[in-house]
């Protein structure tokens, strides 16, 4: 017993510290929510929705081709996760795309996050129930 707690509390530890940076990069960095959350009334984040897909609230001024008026639930209970998989959201976040090897409409960034950056936002995300 002593053995096997010496030996798990690493990993539960490794694992807590991806989801800390993952939400860390999902909130501080990419601002993810800002488009990937619903506003209630008020002007604030729906906290009850997160990142389960939204309407913008802004447009271009000009027109730009293939603009997207709409960002999609990103959580796993998204159709996103069912049709590429957690290897494809994986590579997405690497290389801005998509299993087809296709960049998102705009105004989707194109981040590029390194392996581990990609990893933490995924548990992150996964922990979004
Ligand atoms: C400026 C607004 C904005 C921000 C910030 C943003 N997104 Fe998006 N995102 C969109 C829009 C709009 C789409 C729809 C584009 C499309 O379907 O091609 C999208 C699509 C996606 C897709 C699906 C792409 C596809 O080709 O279908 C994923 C995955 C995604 N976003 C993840 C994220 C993550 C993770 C973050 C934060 C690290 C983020 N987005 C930040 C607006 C945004």
Redesign the pocket.
């Known amino acids: 017993m002593f053995i096997l707690l010496f030996a798990v509390a690493p990993l539960v530890h490794a694992q807590d510290a991806k989801l800390d940076r993952g939400k860390y990069?999902?909130e501080n960095?990419?601002?993810?929510g800002?488009?990937?959350t619903p506003m209630l009334p008020t002007g604030q984040p729906d906290g009850s929705h997160v990142?389960r897909g939204a309407a913008?609230g802004f447009q271009p001024i000009h027109p730009i081709p293939?603009w997207?008026?709409?960002?999609?639930d990103?959580t796993p209970q998204g159709a996103?996760w069912k049709k590429?998989g957690e290897i494809g959201?994986l590579k997405?976040?690497q290389t801005a795309q998509?299993p087809h090897g296709?960049?998102?409409?705009?105004?989707?960034?194109a981040?590029k996050?390194n392996v581990q950056d990609a990893e933490a936002?995924l548990v992150y995300?996964k922990a979004l129930r």
Do not use: E, Q, S, T
């Open positions: 990069l999902v960095v990419g601002l993810c800002d488009c990937h990142l913008l293939k997207n008026a709409a960002a999609p990103i996103l590429w959201l997405f976040l998509d296709h960049p998102a409409d705009p105004p989707m960034p981040y996050f936002i995300l």
